[in-house]
């Protein structure tokens, strides 16, 4: 019989499995400084959260979870001396605006129907695109809201960018509590997808990260067991990135969603140190964002990113999908093309170097990228 992780190796465990960066801070705190400097560009984000509303003003959105979905916008300055990968944020005083990623306005919708309004007009603008990002384990309102900023600075995504926010503690040993948020949290992300669907989105892609991951399947087997499960042929791309579910739950999910008509990209890496002491505490089940079988992901219908020789921005390497700058491109070449990635292995290796040559990398080198897909492997040399 296995003996019991000792309390103080579970404190460690937790400590390393975090999904957040730079310490936290409120999201209107850095208002006073953001009209400083001119910013290297401006996204809004769309909020659609089960946070209930914070007491703080400064906060927004709290830890809180909310029986009802409530919806807002932030508009996110990026720095003018950014480089692609880099999520700056101060870890305590005053940000800087020539470095760091503020916040200039923060709005709350009182009602669905305004989100919905919003939605529409902002979809016309778009081309009916949309993107709905699913944060991690560990995340305040203000780190993923910054997060979603730098992916659709970094990707170059044009279209309508929506965060889904589900009620994480943000604080590193509250993994239990996050696991029962994301759990509630399933039939919003279901109606966000909707009320998207139904105001003019004619594309959605939906990326997810470490535990929202796991929200963002269930959302999707919902809908299959609905019926609707590409969302009237809307849904597009689905990117889990380094996910936090048991194997042997997702081959459950998949086969309740089937064989997916759009391609459902995972994103692993065999040294994401999260995901694996994510694993211990869960009994040594395998986590998918670190499973070794390419072949036996790609036999439920989905095409496997193996990030393992890619270098990570984080100590964890467990945000590599945003912080590695060819990745994040990728990202964005695939969301702006959806068959930028899925023909064949030359089509692939031909998209990826252009890629790289954009970044001013080279193709040709001893670190690789391998591409799993249904009945092919790829194996792209790329600089790292």
């Known amino acids: ?224 067991i609905a019926g609707n499960p590409d969302l009237g042929g809307r849904l597009g791309d689905v990117v889990l990135a380094s996910p936090d579910i048991d194997i042997d739950v997702f081959r459950s999910q998949m086969l309740r969603i089937g064989k997916p008509k759009q391609p459902f990209f995972v994103l692993l890496s065999a040294d994401d140190r999260a995901l694996r002491l994510s694993s211990m505490l869960a009994g040594q089940s395998p986590r998918v964002g670190a499973y070794a079988d390419a072949d036996d992901l790609a036999e439920l219908g989905v095409i496997v990113v193996n990030m393992s020789e890619l270098k990570a921005g984080d100590r964890r390497n467990h945000t590599k999908f945003a912080n590695n700058p060819l990745l994040v491109r990728l990202l964005g070449a695939q969301l702006d093309d959806p068959d930028a990635f899925t023909g064949t292995s030359t089509e692939v290796g031909d998209a990826i170097a252009a890629v790289a040559r954009g970044l001013g990398h080279k193709v040709g080198s001893t670190v690789e990228l391998v591409i799993t897909a249904p009945g092919e492997v790829m194996r792209i040399p790329v600089r790292n």
Not at 38 to 62: G, K, M, N, Q, Y
Not at 67 to 90: E, I, N, T
Request: with cysteine; net charge neutral.
């Open 1 to 224: 019989m296995r003996p019991d992780v000792p309390a103080i190796l579970i404190v460690v465990c937790l400590a390393l499995a975090g999904c957040v960066g730079a310490k936290s801070r409120d999201i209107l705190a850095d208002a006073d400084v953001a009209a400083t400097l001119a910013p290297r560009a401006s996204h809004r984000i769309h909020i659609a959260t089960t946070r209930a509303l914070s007491d703080r003003a400064t906060e927004v959105f709290s830890r809180e979870r909310s029986q009802y979905l409530a919806f807002g916008y932030v508009d996110v300055a990026v720095p003018p001396r950014h480089k692609v990968g880099d999520l700056s944020r101060p870890r305590g005083g005053k940000p800087n605006p020539a470095e760091h990623f503020i916040a200039t306005r923060v709005g709350v919708h009182g009602s669905q129907e305004a989100f919905a309004r919003t939605m529409r007009e902002d979809l016309r603008r778009s081309g009916g695109r949309a993107l709905i990002f699913v944060h991690g384990y560990n995340n305040r309102f203000d780190s993923s809201v910054y997060r979603l900023a730098q992916l659709v600075e970094d990707s170059g995504f044009t279209g309508t960018t929506v965060l889904f926010s589900w009620a994480s503690a943000g604080r590193t040993f509250e993994y239990i509590y996050d696991k029962d948020s994301v759990n509630a949290a399933r039939e919003e992300l279901e109606d966000t997808m909707r009320i998207l669907a139904e105001n003019g989105a004619t594309r959605i892609e939906l990326v997810a990260h470490s535990m929202g991951t796991w929200l963002a399947v269930e959302a999707l087997r919902q809908l299959a």
